[in-house]
């Protein structure tokens, strides 16, 4: 292989570019070309690409989003998409591909690389970690951590003001911030999409609360939870609690997604961007690097998309113990 490209795509996370910048040096070191391909698969079909090298990564490993961008393709959805980005990959000579994202980044590889057989590898690149094959996505870290300092900041004017605050995380089918951001900020309660938690579990846990004189709470809602989201789940528990109760909405949104990475997903997303880079040289395709028990693995993108990570549901069970 002598020439290959590095994209992002899907929803941007902190330590992309550390990622970036490991495919990128990566490549330098073993001697093979390598281009950047901006905005995901847009710009895949629209042949935005440059080469690069290994000064184009200079003083990026801690700058947050992405310097190669990204976008969700609806384009790419479609053949006639596909059959353009297929074209513009050809006329550039590139004859592999480092994709950086989540399940939409890999189930587009995947259907591409059936479709015109260039080989893809895949590094995880998500806040959510959702994706099964690798313990952990990179971006998810820097995102707990920003979630936490949130919650860390809430939960001073929630015990000033003896409020319930509801506080919203992203996570549209998966609860892992929520559980660690929760956990680690002492949330009385976490609610997840993966596991239902009746509105009357979240009366009851506030309720027995107040009983021992508790005065403020945290309930920490994954944007996904299948009561709605933190303010349709608020606007529930204002509706069936008796009294005047004084609860507070704060929704954490898009600021998890930006932000300086911290240290572990630097050196994940290092991993990853090489463990991805070596492997397409190796020959492995239609894969997704992951880090699995420290052990660099590769799993095939059918499993990363079809298989589901389930969530430790004891954790949540902890989080109730430690909120008594
Ligand atoms: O996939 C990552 C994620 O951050 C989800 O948690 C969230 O639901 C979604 O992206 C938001 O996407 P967008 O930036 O397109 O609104």
């Given at each position: 292989m002598k020439r290959i490209a590095v994209f992002t795509s899907g929803g941007d996370a902190p330590g992309m570019n550390a990622c970036i910048r490991a495919v990128v040096r990566g490549a330098v070191y073993h001697g093979v070309e390598v281009f950047g391909i901006r905005k995901g698969y847009n710009g895949m079909i629209a042949g935005d690409m440059f080469q690069m090298s290994s000064?184009?990564?200079?003083?990026?490993?801690?700058?947050?989003?992405?310097?190669l961008k990204s976008a969700r393709s609806k384009?790419?959805?479609t053949p006639e998409g596909r059959k353009k980005a297929y074209e513009a990959l050809k006329e550039h000579g590139i004859e592999g591909l480092i994709a950086i994202g989540g399940n939409g980044t890999f189930t587009g590889a995947m259907i591409f690389q059936k479709e015109y057989g260039i080989p893809t590898v895949g590094a995880p690149g998500t806040?959510?970690?959702?994706?099964?094959?690798?313990d952990y996505t990179i971006g998810f870290d820097t995102a707990v951590n920003t979630a936490l300092d949130a919650i860390d900041r809430i939960r001073d004017t929630a015990s000033s003001h003896d409020r319930i605050f509801f506080i919203e995380v992203m996570g549209r089918d998966s609860g892992y911030i929520a559980i660690q951001s929760g956990i680690a900020g002492g949330a009385e309660l976490v609610m997840v999409p993966e596991v239902l938690t009746p509105i009357s579990e979240v009366i009851e846990t506030l309720q027995q609360g107040w009983k021992r004189s508790k005065s403020s709470s945290i309930v920490v809602v994954a944007e996904g939870d299948e009561e709605g989201n933190a303010a349709q789940v608020a606007d529930k528990i204002k509706r069936q609690v008796e009294g005047d109760v004084d609860i507070r909405v704060t929704t954490l949104g898009h600021t998890q997604r930006g932000g300086t990475p911290s240290a572990q997903d630097r050196i994940l997303a290092s991993r990853l961007g090489l463990g991805a880079l070596e492997g397409l040289l190796a020959g492995q395709k239609n894969v997704m690097a992951g880090i699995i028990n420290n052990e660099l693995v590769y799993t095939p993108f059918e499993d990363t998309i079809r298989l589901p990570k389930p969530i430790n549901e004891d954790l949540l069970r902890m989080v109730k113990i430690l909120s008594i």
């Open positions: 000064h184009s990564v200079s003083n990026i490993v801690q700058r947050g989003g992405t310097i384009e790419f959805m806040i959510d970690n959702d994706l099964y094959g690798t």
